[in-house]
Nanobody, 121 residues
């Protein structure tokens, strides 16, 4: 599967932004998709994920109540009440297999190119 992320940009604190991740290729066998984010010098952090067949959704603790992931193609990540600490490069990811936690970066084999989100204070 190939993933194309888009929608990043500059937004003021308290604002909203919506990221999209378009999947192409073998989308039929997708087990889960997720969004991660990363800042320089830090590990990639789980943001939100969705189990494809059950539509079960998980969120990272830092974004609960503010971000919303939606199932579909593209997969959207609606980000509300943005904070400067949300500034990062956001990546969408997909996996075919069911082993491992949904929020574990190591379990995702397919990644989009990343889209930069900058939240100004």
């Amino acid at each position: 599967v190939q993933l194309q992320a888009s929608g990043g940009g500059l937004v003021q604190a308290g604002g909203s932004l919506r990221l999209s991740c378009a999947a192409s290729g073998n989308t039929f066998n997708i087990y889960a998709m997720a969004w991660f984010r990363q800042t320089p010098g830090k590990e990639r952090e789980f943001v939100a994920g969705i189990h494809w067949s059950t539509s079960t959704i998980f969120y990272g603790d830092s974004v609960k109540g503010r971000f919303l992931i939606s199932r579909g193609n593209p997969v959207y990540l609606s980000m509300n009440s943005l904070k400067p600490e949300d500034t990062a490069v956001y990546f969408c990811a997909a996996r075919y297999g069911g082993r491992g936690n949904l929020d574990s970066v190591e379990t995702y084999k397919y990644w989009g190119q990343g889209t930069l989100v900058t939240v100004s204070s």
